[in-house]
T-cell receptor, first 116, second 113 residues
Framework: NAGVTQTPKFQVLKTGQSMTLQCAQDMNHEYMSWYRQDPGMGLRLIHYSVGAGITDQGEVPNGYNVSRSTTEDFPLRLLSAAPSQTSVYFC???????????????FGNGTRLTVT | AQTVTQSQPEMSVQEAETVTLSCTYDTSESDYYLFWYKQPPSRQMILVIRQEAYKQQNATENRFSVNFQKAAKSFSLKISDSQLGDAAMYFCAYRSYGNKLVFGAGTILRVKS
């Protein structure tokens, strides 16, 4: 019963570095998403996917890339880290968005990223 | 675009008393779901309660209940018999068919012993 697994839990990057945040779920969820959490702004959607091979942009996609080659995995790539990307990142999954919008999101435990 | 507003950045409640957290939302949809999530200091996101817009009856989960006013687009969370473990950030969220989960900015709840 792993649920949604995010790695790493903490990361410090220098400006301009790249990295990948990993996310894996074992619940056979079609829908997966990435959020960032900043003080006073709640959680904002970065990218999401409704199934393998399908991704789309959320509210704040700039500076981030995603891919979905399998149902289980949904990595988030920071191409060239900037201080504005300092945040807590959450991966979340659920049954299909289009058919199951009643389904609550299951969240990973988050990654705290600091860009200096 | 749908928006969710939580107008109380921070609330306090005495242990064993009742507190209500406010949430309003803006949408033109008729069918949707509303959720309350709890985020304790551990950072984990925990589903507290959910409500379908087509259901008139307010959802309840043990000490947690909602007051859903569809016409007013209001979805408040009532916590009865507050406990120290209820201290957390609470997020209201909205989701409709084909749309993403949209969150409010959150309310920090402090519980005093």
């Amino acid at each position: 019963n792993a649920g949604v697994t995010q790695t790493p839990k903490f990361q410090v990057l220098k400006t301009g570095q790249s990295m990948t945040l990993q996310c894996a779920q074992d619940m056979n969820h079609e829908y997966m998403s990435w959020y960032r959490q900043d003080p006073g702004m709640g959680l904002r959607l970065i990218h999401y996917s409704v199934g393998a091979g399908i991704t789309d942009q959320g509210e704040v996609p700039n500076g981030y890339n995603v891919s979905r080659s399998t149902t289980e995995d949904f990595p988030l790539r920071l191409l060239s880290a900037a201080p504005s990307q300092t945040s807590v990142y959450f991966c979340a999954s659920s049954y299909s968005q289009t058919g199951g919008y009643s389904s609550p999101l299951h969240f990973g435990n988050g990654t705290r990223l600091t860009v200096t | 675009a749908q928006t969710v507003t939580q107008s109380q950045p921070e609330m306090s409640v005495q242990e064993a008393e009742t507190v209500t957290l406010s949430c309003t939302y803006d949408t033109s949809e008729s069918d949707y779901y509303l959720f309350w999530y709890k985020q304790p200091p551990s950072r984990q996101m925990i589903l507290v309660i959910r409500q379908e817009a087509y259901k008139q009856q307010n959802a309840t989960e043990n000490r947690f209940s909602v007051n859903f006013q569809k016409a007013a687009k209001s979805f408040s969370l009532k916590i009865s018999d507050s406990q120290l473990g209820d201290a957390a950030m609470y997020f209201c969220a909205y989701r409709s068919y084909g749309n993403k989960l949209v969150f409010g900015a959150g309310t920090i709840l402090r519980v005093k012993s």
